[in-house]
């Protein structure tokens, strides 16, 4: 399953991300390539450590602390510190390839499992030409370009890739989420018995089948969930 959410950081956020990574000191980002990603990897990324980073992360965490969806898609039990990408010039794709299962967060040495991988955006679709991401999914590939302050989730096991930007730079954001619900079939059940929840109470209140269906998705959360 794929998730997009739009504007999970407002225009003034995006403003205030772009003018510190346009003077931020990116790097080659193969340093941080495993042995297979290395050989299709050509971007650049910020350093961990550096200011720009530091500033900027807190901000992408408390945005998505503003997202009901993200939480209720993601489950998130962990959150992989977020790192900031550039695509353009010469340094401008990233062929097909998967994410390592495992990360370990910079500072705190944290082991990460990567269930979900998501892209904040950072340019506009129309600041740049190429740079899709490209996810290959059981039904097929699927194109992803989505403006400044948008978010994609996406399964971490998929095969992926950022096309070649052939035009100006496409700058952003990615970490990964470690989920309280390992499986993504429970994670995508639990995930659409919330939403019908909550356009039930919506329309209903209260009632009683919708405090009854609570009960089941909590149970179903205890059953599944490692916390
Ligand atoms: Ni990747």
Redesign the pocket.
């Known amino acids: 399953m794929l998730i997009q959410l739009p504007r999970v950081l407002s225009p003034d956020e995006v403003r205030h991300a772009r003018s510190l990574l346009d003077q931020a000191p990116w790097q080659s980002g193969r340093s941080s390539a495993g042995s297979q ?1 290395v050989v299709v990897k050509n971007n650049e990324q910020l350093p961990h450590d550096c200011e720009a980073a530091r500033a900027l992360r807190p901000m992408v965490l408390a945005a998505l602390d503003r997202q009901p969806l993200f939480f209720s898609a993601a489950l998130p039990k962990r959150v992989f510190p977020p790192r900031f990408n550039r695509y353009g010039a010469e340094a401008n794709h ?1 062929g097909n ?3 390592s299962a495992v990360r370990y967060a910079p500072d705190s040495g944290q082991r990460i499992r990567t269930d979900l ?1 998501c892209t904040l955006f950072l340019s506009d679709a129309r600041e740049y030409d190429g740079g899709e991401l490209v996810i290959e999914e059981p039904q097929g590939a699927r194109r992803v370009k989505l403006d400044a302050g948008d978010l994609v989730c996406y399964p971490g096991n998929s095969v ?3 096309t070649p930007v052939t035009r100006g730079h496409r700058v952003a954001c ?1 970490f990964w989420i470690e989920s309280l619900v390992r499986g993504s079939e429970q994670r995508e059940l639990l995930f659409s018995m919330d939403r019908a929840l909550t356009a039930l109470r919506t329309r209903d209140g209260e009632s009683d089948e919708a405090v009854a269906l609570t009960g089941t998705y909590h149970n179903l959360l205890r059953m599944w969930a490692e916390t």
């Open positions: 990603a990233y390839h998967v994410d991988s992926h890739q950022v990615f």
